[in-house]
């Protein structure tokens, strides 16, 4: 099956701690993009790939990074940096840039 | 700066009747805009999109009205069924390969 698979599910952080949320994707797509999502407030863009071993910042960068790697995989780290990390943490891609975005299931992100 | 305002936050539909939610954007380089549909716990996944060539499309019981001129467009979901119940949201992408962005979301309860 083609997809987006983003692991874990649910995900922990202790505060001072940095945690790696992973997402791989089986659709041979150039583009990949992680979103935050936030009760009321859409899906808000971190960072994006548009080929490997590049990327860009998004809207709200500050306190994540990224890496690419490979084609297939496109993890984010939330840093200790990252002050309100609880989110629902969404990863896409896409064949062409900007167009037709599939997402992966999520993680949801809390702060012990 | 919100480049795509969605309303309304919420909407309560009966069973049958016709749900309309809509956008505005102000950056006129845009031209993609698609319609994503979320259930809870789940990523977005792509409902209908259309281009600024064209002033309506439709899929089945959904169609995209689209004004340029207003800078406007909506999404109309005809026949409205208690499994339409989740959480709508609008994008837009332009020239440049540039990533979505996306409305804050509705949340559509069709009630029986």
């Known amino acids: 099956d083609g997809g987006i698979t983003q692991s874990p599910k649910y995900l922990f952080r202790k505060e001072g701690q940095n945690v790696t949320l992973s997402c791989e994707q089986n659709?041979?797509?150039?583009?990949m993009y992680w979103y935050r999502q936030d009760p009321g407030q859409g899906l808000r863009l971190i960072y994006y790939?548009?080929?490997?071993?590049?990327?860009q910042k998004g809207d709200i960068a500050e306190g994540y990074s990224v890496s690419r790697e490979k084609k297939e995989s496109f993890p984010l780290t939330v840093t200790s940096a990252q002050k309100n990390p609880t989110a629902f943490y969404l990863c896409?891609?896409?064949?062409?840039?900007?167009?037709?975005?599939?997402f992966g299931s999520g993680t949801q992100l809390s702060v012990l | 700066q919100q480049q795509v305002k969605q309303s309304p936050q919420s909407l309560i539909v009966q069973k049958g009747g016709i749900s309309i939610i809509n956008c505005a954007y102000e950056?006129?380089?845009?031209?993609?805009f698609p319609w994503y549909q979320q259930f809870p716990g789940k990523g977005p996944a792509l409902l209908i999109a259309?281009?600024?060539?064209?002033s309506e499309k439709k899929e089945g019981r959904f169609t995209i009205s689209f004004n340029k001129s207003a800078k406007q467009f909506s999404l109309h979901i005809m026949d409205s069924q208690p499994g339409d119940s989740a959480t709508y949201f609008c994008?837009?992408?332009?020239?440049?390969?540039?990533?979505?962005?996306f409305g804050k979301g509705t949340r559509l309860s069709v009630i029986a």
């Open positions: 950056n006129t380089a845009f031209d993609y």
């Open positions: 896409a891609s896409s064949h062409i840039p900007g167009e037709k975005l599939f």
């Open positions: 790939s548009q080929i490997v071993n590049d990327f």
């Open positions: 659709l041979n797509h150039d583009a």
């Open positions: 259309i281009r600024p060539d064209v």
């Open positions: 994008a837009a992408s332009g020239a440049g390969n540039t990533p979505l962005v």
